[in-house]
């Protein structure tokens, strides 16, 4: 089903609204279905190494079933990345692991909920407590673990969704398992391009994201998105989590204007 705003505007136009359910349906039973390839290929594999790279393929295949049309921008860094992206819509995760074979870093509160805690775990998420300086020792910890096993990890510093035309302040608290930046990791901003689109793949304002799901996976028209991989910061950037922050953004933003 399409969400609601989607539904009223395609309901003006029976076959298109049709169209659009029968997309929806067909996608999320290709997701299902790899889903549970995935889930089996993943168990597996870890009966005889790890770590598995399972996961993050069905993500790569998330993006293209859900109609997004992945062209990369740029290098990325390689193993020991920690990168920092802009965060437009769900589809930004399995965006950005199909097209770098990424883990991600989340908010602690998403491990009270267990669905979720079990599909970040299934993916070496790395939670990170924003506001408990206690735990910092630890988060340092799971990070290299992560990036030793993954080769890179990825945040959304702004902390939430923005529409995609500009950026919302970075949270450096989002960034204390990198303060300082562990030996050999470099931080590489990027930035998630959604094109002429944006707009219609934002999650923001009042829309719930089951309906931002839904509104995407009805969608008839490929999207493409570029992903722009930036320079990574360099040694005075990263004096602190707070430079990180602002020169990460600085950068994205500085993408941004070079394409209006």
């Not at 049309?69 to 437009?88: E, I, Q, S």
């Not at 949270?171 to 303060?179: E, H, Q, R, T, V």
Request: hydrophobic fraction near 50%; proline fraction near 7%.
């Amino acid at each position: 089903m399409a969400s609601p705003s989607t539904a009223r505007s395609e309901r003006r136009n029976p076959a298109a609204f049709v169209a659009g359910q029968f997309l929806f349906l067909a996608r999320l039973l290709l997701m299902a279905s790899s889903l549970i390839a995935t889930l089996l290929l993943h168990n597996i594999w870890r009966l005889f190494r790890r770590p598995s790279p399972w996961p993050r393929l069905f993500l790569g295949g998330v993006a293209r079933i859900a109609g997004a049309r992945v062209t990369v921008d740029g290098a990325p860094w390689g193993k020991g990345a920690f990168l920092l992206g802009n965060h437009v819509s769900w589809l930004d995760i399995p965006v950005i692991a199909g097209a770098t074979g990424t883990a991600f870093v989340a908010h602690s509160g998403l491990a009270e909920h267990g669905l979720l805690k079990w599909l970040c775990a299934m993916n070496d998420t790395v939670f990170v407590a924003r506001h408990d300086r206690r735990s910092v020792h630890t988060q340092v910890e799971h990070v290299r673990a992560a990036l030793n096993d993954t080769g890179a990890l990825t945040v959304f510093p702004e902390g939430t969704t923005s529409d995609g035309t500009g950026l919302l302040p970075f949270k450096s608290s989002l960034l204390s398992a990198l303060d300082p930046p562990p030996v050999g990791i470099a931080l590489q901003p990027v930035w998630l391009d959604y094109g002429a689109d944006v707009a219609q793949m934002a999650w923001v304002g009042e829309e719930l994201g089951l309906d931002n799901f839904l509104k995407i996976l009805a969608r008839r028209r490929p999207q493409p998105v570029t992903v722009h991989f930036l320079p990574p910061l360099n040694a005075d950037e990263t004096a602190n989590r707070k430079t990180m922050a602002i020169a990460a953004r600085n950068r994205i933003l500085a993408a941004i204007a070079c394409k209006q």
